[in-house]
């Protein structure tokens, strides 16, 4: 099992930046990729982006692919998603989630961190 714990969320304009971290802790020996997924009021939760624990390539919803970065630094543990040119549609809590080998599912999943962005 692996432990995420989000951060970085918060306020932010039209067209601004904010970059989130999952910090990741466990069994990550058993994990074959991260994701982000959110989910805004009323809405079904989405996939955003994920990252390739091996080989780190990463792939990107049409929504946020070009805005959006998500990498992964091994010394401090931590996933982050980079996201830039944010939008008011952007606003939703934004989870990672982490799926292990052999599996399609995602079964580790972070609480969530609140992103707001106004107009």
């Known amino acids: 099992q692996v432990q995420l714990v989000e951060s970085g969320g918060g306020l932010v304009q039209a067209g601004g930046s904010l970059r989130l971290s999952c910090a990741y802790s466990?069994?990550?020996?058993?994990?074959?990729?991260m994701a982000w997924f959110r989910q805004a009021p009323g809405k079904e939760r989405e996939f955003v982006a994920r990252?390739?624990?091996?080989?780190?390539?990463?792939y990107y919803a049409d929504s946020v692919k070009g805005r959006f970065t998500t990498s992964r630094d091994n010394a401090k543990n931590t996933v982050s998603l980079q996201m830039s040119s944010l939008k008011p549609e952007d606003t939703a809590v934004y989870y990672c989630?982490?799926?292990?080998?052999?599996?399609?599912?995602?079964?580790?999943w972070g609480q969530g961190t609140q992103v707001t962005v106004s107009s």
């Open positions: 989630a982490a799926q292990r080998w052999g599996t399609t599912r995602f079964d580790d």
């Open positions: 466990g069994r990550t020996e058993s994990t074959s990729l």
């Open positions: 990252i390739t624990w091996n080989t780190g390539s990463t």
